[in-house]
């Protein structure tokens, strides 16, 4: 019989709980996932999966469990713990007994594939890992090419941003740009439209063109998008990126009535890109499963 973890001193599980530590997720190179179809989702996209923790006792779904024994019968460590340790490094109530340790696969900007339909979603310095996980999750419904963190932009793999994600992080390529001068020159040399999101817009997200390739461009929860970058981007259609290059660019403002001043990240890029898929359409337009499921429903 398997051995079956029982101590927090186990190294595996001194591990699990370094790795909340963006510090330690940086220098290992590798976060944790939990939940059943999170974890399904990083088998499927074939992620780097180091090794499966099962709580058995817990994993009662019988596709779930039936899984973990073929991904173990197929060569990955499968580690075995306790209900009532699982219970301590989950990170929610009434954990499924699944979770895993996964390399991460850091992307630069030019790993980025563009295609004339491609849409983007870029984030500049957003600071909510729950926000982040949330965007990464309509992006991916929404059928977005990759999504760009600009800046000093939360980790996607915080445990809240994965959390939120569930599971998307494996399906939506996630790339990071230093500055927003290299963001600018890359969308500029794909000839990528920038729609920059701002509440000063003259013109609203229902009556101006959005035309694809594009990438909406939202800003930080608290500030929003720096004047300067917004300059960049340029009133009048046009932006300029650092080397001199004109790439088209637009401002845009979601309408609102009633007395709240903003809308939460979220849900602003939520709204953003739906409309631009109502003009355009979902990509590929596949059926969803009979479930409603692409994968796996616990």
């Known amino acids: 019989m398997a051995e079956v973890i029982s101590s927090a001193a186990n190294p595996l599980i001194k591990r699990v709980r370094l790795l909340a530590d963006r510090k330690h997720r940086r220098r290992e190179g590798a976060f944790v996932v939990q939940g059943i179809q999170p974890v399904w989702q990083a088998v499927e996209a074939g992620a780097d999966i180091e090794t499966l923790i099962v ?19 197929q060569g990955m460590p499968v580690a075995r713990v306790s209900s009532s340790l699982f219970a301590r490094i989950a990170d929610r109530d009434g954990p499924a007994g699944l979770a895993a ?10 790993g980025l594939a563009v295609s ?9 310095e957003v600071g909510n890992p729950g926000n982040l996980g949330t965007i990464i999750r309509t992006a991916s419904a929404a059928g977005v090419a990759g999504m760009i963190l600009i800046g000093q932009t939360t980790d996607p793999y915080d445990p809240a941003a994965v959390k939120a994600s569930m599971g998307a992080l494996f399906d939506v390529p996630v790339a ?37 390739p594009l990438a ?16 960049r981007v340029g009133r009048d259609g046009a932006g300029r990126d650092g080397a001199g290059r004109h790439g088209a660019g637009v401002h845009v403002r979601i309408p609102m009535a009633g007395t709240a001043e903003s809308l939460n990240l979220a849900v602003a890029a939520g709204i953003l890109l739906y409309e631009v898929r109502r003009r355009t359409g979902l ?12 994968l796996y429903r616990p």
């Open 283 to 294: 990509p590929g337009g596949a059926a969803p499963a009979p479930d409603g499921s692409r």
């Open 116 to 124: 004339p339909g491609s849409l983007f979603v870029a984030l500049h």
């Open 55 to 73: 709580a058995p006792e817990l994993l009662t779904p019988p596709a779930a469990a039936a899984m973990v024994t073929r991904q173990e019968e």
């Open 216 to 231: 909406v461009l939202l800003g930080s929860e608290g500030a929003g998008l720096p004047a300067a970058l917004l300059d």
């Open 176 to 212: 990071s740009a230093a500055t927003a001068e290299e963001f600018l020159a890359w969308s500029a040399g794909h000839e990528i439209t920038v729609a920059a999101a701002t509440a000063r817009a003259e013109r609203s997200c229902w009556d101006i063109d959005l035309p694809l």
């Open 101 to 110: 340790i996964v390399r991460a696969r850091p992307r630069p900007l030019a």
